[in-house]
């Protein structure tokens, strides 16, 4: 199931980052959306962090080489999802630093997201 578990990850990596590139202006709208709703907005996206998370730690519990990412990617998404289900207002500060002005930053994340894809894809396909 770990190598399944890696494409998964490839997959939603490759999905979202080429979004980032391509639509940076509708996750600035998307985000902003979310905090206009406050702390409900911050549970939605925890929802999506912990779900995703969750996922990876149940099915990919590798501690030693490459595939080490996948873990640590799960455990910070579910890092991500304790914050914003226990700290609302610490993950709020993440949503405030959203802006039109900052739409490239999402770029910048597609490129990172990109790069994890790749690096999922890479250490389920060699396996």
Partial sequence: MERETEIFAAVQFLV??????????AWVDFFVWLRGKGSAGVF???FLSLWFGSFLVAFHNVWEGLPTV????GWAQV????VS????????RGLARV??????EFR???IVALALSAV??????TR
């Fill in 44 to 46: 939605a996206n925890g």
């Fill in 70 to 73: 996948v873990t640590l990617l």
């Fill in 85 to 92: 289900f226990v700290l609302p207002q610490v993950a709020m």
């Fill in 16 to 25: 979202i980052g080429l979004s980032h590139l391509a639509q940076p202006r």
């Fill in 120 to 125: 999922c894809w890479y250490s389920a396909l």
């Fill in 79 to 82: 890092l991500k999802g304790l």
């Fill in 99 to 104: 802006s039109p002005e900052r739409a490239w």
């Fill in 108 to 110: 910048v994340g597609g």
